[in-house]
């Protein structure tokens, strides 16, 4: 008999000590436009937590390339077989939103020691705003680990081809957009 199987049977079921609880994250962004990194970590924030938010961040000081509409279509579009993720908007502060979703964690990702620094600072404030709101970073995956939305729009500028960097249907948008 393991050693786990023993205390088990002495104290009878520890069931009590795990309550019930779920993880609501939210995954906050521009997604100006949703790259292929952002759906690995949705992917990956989806198996982890019960519930997922995708959250929108509507800058009204900020002009995007996609309308909040456009961006809504493509990730909603690009995750519709995860059944577990909800596609939202907010603005205002993060945690103030977190407060409103009852979530209790927010979901970031670090692609290399560069991201570090602010992702540090946005968490250090965050939890001293909202302690209930833990925020957990995932690593990029590395295939993905060099690509930002910045870059993505730099190249499309350019005249670059993007495909193997954002989903389909973004890439499509982007064409669209750049073709005019
Ligand atoms: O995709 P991005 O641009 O890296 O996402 C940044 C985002 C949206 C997570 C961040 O700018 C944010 O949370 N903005 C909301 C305003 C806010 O709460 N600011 C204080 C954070 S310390």
Known sequence: MSA???????????????????LVAIYPGSFDPLTNGHL??????????????VAILRNTQKQPLFSLEER???IDAA?????????????GLLVEYAARKSANAILRGIR????????????LLNRRMRPETETV????????????SRIIKEIVTLGGDVSQFVPASVAARLRAKFSR
Do not use: C, W
């Not at 995750?79 to 603005?91: A, G, K, M, Q, R």
């Not at 995956?141 to 690509?147: Q, T, V």
């Open 40 to 53: 690995d970590m949705i992917a990956r924030g989806s198996r982890l937590a019960d519930h997922l938010i």
């Open 112 to 123: 290399a020691v560069s991201d570090y620094e602010a992702e540090l600072q946005m968490a």
């Open 137 to 148: 970073f995932l690593m990029a995956a590395e295939e993905y680990s060099f690509i930002s």
């Open 4 to 22: 786990r199987l023993k205390v088990s049977s002495m104290s009878g079921t520890s069931a009590g000590r795990f309550p019930e609880r779920r």
């Open 72 to 74: 809504f279509e493509m």
């Open 79 to 91: 995750t519709s077989t995860l059944t577990n993720i909800e596609v939202d908007s907010f603005e």
